[in-house]
């Protein structure tokens, strides 16, 4: 399926790698994130959550530095400077290229910050780069447009350098129920309402690593779905801000108990923190909506698209 590049000029946004500062402020929304029974008001000024975010500002400098800027980043056919888990690859180099980059920025951490954005940047790509196997969608607005959605959606966390967690999983509240395939339908996130416009959803999903401090939530493909009707309100792939009204990340505990950077090296600096994700019957539009409704072709999505190698590949 041929996608189209040129319709997508609102979506190519942004002007590529950002800075620490630029993510940080952008952090500072209006997002709904709990922690010890509070809710916070602010992300980067939070006790045991603040620092882990100014590490990954500094990360992010890194990608402007003339030291480290050729490896962690390349120029896209568009002319905005991205970081290099976006390229797609076309050949041995390029995927030389993006080991190269992985590599760097796992050293900045010393391999103790699991979660930077190449990771899901690296999935996002491969989704993207896989029209045709989304294109066999036959639910909602139809395969084409939620493919061209994709790469859509590509174009924007690429040249805004947004941030990205993802959550996967529905919570089991009865083990036998979740391996036969099957989800609760009072806790597990499903489509509740569809309209002309898009969807509404209600419920939760585990565990979003990252989730108080990205920008954009990837809500996609569960553990293997029963491909029955039973299950087809739970089968989809979308992405929505972690703004987004409605949506509350709830933290498990800290592991940065404010000490200094002496006394705990790695968790003064490296608490990237996870958060359970609650839904309270949120819309979200077509043009963020990726797959739907069909189980069977939602369970193939990882492996079709090869985003699970290029996950793997991901130190
Ligand atoms: C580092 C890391 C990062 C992750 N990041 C993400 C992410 O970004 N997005 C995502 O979607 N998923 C992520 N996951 C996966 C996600 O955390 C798990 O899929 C999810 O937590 C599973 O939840 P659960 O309730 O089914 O199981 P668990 O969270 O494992 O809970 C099971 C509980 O049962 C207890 N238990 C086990 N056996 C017994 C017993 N016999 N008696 C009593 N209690 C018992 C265990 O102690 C545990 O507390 C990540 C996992 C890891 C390790």
Not at 16 to 38: A, F, H, S
Not at 49 to 70: C, N, P, V, W, Y
Not at 77 to 85: I, P, Q, T
Not at 167 to 188: C, E
Request: glycine residues 8%.
């Amino acid at each position: 399926m041929a996608v189209n590049r040129k319709s997508i000029a609102n979506a190519v946004s942004g002007s590529g790698i950002r800075t620490g500062q630029q993510y940080l402020e952008g952090l500072r929304d209006d997002r709904e994130i709990w922690t010890g029974g509070k809710k916070i008001d602010d992300v980067t000024a939070e006790p045991g959550m603040g620092r882990g975010a100014e590490t990954l500002a500094k990360f992010l400098d890194k990608q402007h530095s003339t030291e480290f800027q050729d490896s962690v980043t390349y120029v896209a056919d568009d002319n905005h400077r991205c970081a290099m888990a976006f390229k797609a690859p076309k050949s041995v180099e390029d995927v030389k290229a993006r080991g190269v980059a992985y590599y760097e920025w796992a050293k900045w951490s010393n391999g103790m910050f699991g979660r930077t954005p190449d990771y899901k940047n690296a999935s996002l790509m491969a989704f993207a780069s896989a029209p045709d196997f989304l294109s066999q969608g036959t639910k909602g607005p139809g395969g084409a447009v939620m493919a061209q959605s994709m790469v859509n959606f590509y174009d924007y966390v690429r040249t805004n350098d947004k941030v990205l967690t993802h959550t996967l999983v529905n919570p089991a509240i009865n083990h036998a129920q979740a391996a036969a395939g099957k989800y609760s339908g009072k806790v597990a996130l499903q489509v509740v309402k569809e309209t002309n416009e898009g969807i509404v959803v209600n419920g939760a999903r585990l565990l979003a690593t990252l989730g108080p401090l990205a920008d954009e939530i990837e809500v996609f493909p569960s553990t293997v779905l029963k491909g029955s009707d039973e299950n087809i309100p739970f089968a989809f792939a979308f992405a929505i801000p972690i703004a987004t009204p409605g949506l509350k990340l709830i933290c498990r505990d800290t592991y940065d108990h404010g000490k200094s950077n002496f006394d705990a090296p790695l968790s003064s600096r490296y608490e990237e923190m996870d958060a359970v994700v609650i839904f309270e019957n949120i819309f979200v539009p077509w043009e963020r909506v990726f797959m739907y409704g069909q189980p069977e072709l939602c369970n193939q999505a990882f492996n079709a698209t090869n985003a699970v190698v290029h996950m793997a590949h991901h130190p």
